[in-house]
Nanobody, 118 residues
Framework: QVQLVESGGGLVQPGGSLRLSCAAS????????MNWYRQAPGKERELVAA???????SYVDSVKGRFTISRDNAKNTMYLQMNSLKPEDTAVYYC????????????WGQGTQVTVSS
C-alpha cells in the first residue's frame, strides 16, 4: 500500500523557519521524482520545489534562496527546509511522487498546514 505522510507544519511568525517531512512507503522511493506543492485558500495548487532521483533540484521563483528541498533515500523521506517565511507562504503543503518514465503514475500525501502569521 502506497503512503505519503507529511509532517512538520504549524504556526510560525514571519521570518521564522519550519522543516517539512514526507515519509514514503509502498513504492521504490529512490526511483521517483519527488515534489512539494502548496495550495493557499482560493488559489490553485502550485509546484514549489522538486528533486529528481539523481538529486537535481528546482524551485518556483518565489521561494528561491529561502527553501531547500532534499531527500534521504535510505530513510524513504523527503524534506523541505523553509527559512525566512512570509505570510504569503501560508498554505497546505503536499508531497507528490512521480514514477519514472515511461510509467505515468503519481501519488499524493494528505497535506500539512503551514501558517505564517504574527
Amino acid at each position: 500500500q502506497v503512503q505519503l505522510v507529511e509532517s512538520g507544519g504549524g504556526l510560525v511568525q514571519p521570518g521564522g523557519s519550519l522543516r517539512l517531512s514526507c515519509a514514503a512507503s509502498g513504492f521504490t522511493f529512490s526511483s521517483y521524482r519527488m515534489n512539494w506543492y502548496r495550495q493557499a485558500p482560493g488559489k490553485e495548487r502550485e509546484l514549489v520545489a522538486a528533486i529528481t532521483r539523481t538529486g537535481s533540484r528546482s524551485y518556483v521563483d518565489s521561494v528561491k534562496g529561502r527553501f531547500t528541498i532534499s531527500r534521504d533515500n535510505a530513510k524513504n523521506t523527503m524534506y523541505l527546509q523553509m527559512n525566512s517565511l512570509k505570510p504569503e507562504d501560508t498554505a497546505v503543503y503536499y508531497c507528490k511522487a512521480d514514477s519514472p518514465s515511461p510509467i505515468v503514475l503519481a501519488y499524493w500525501g494528505q497535506g500539512t498546514q503551514v501558517t505564517v502569521s504574527s
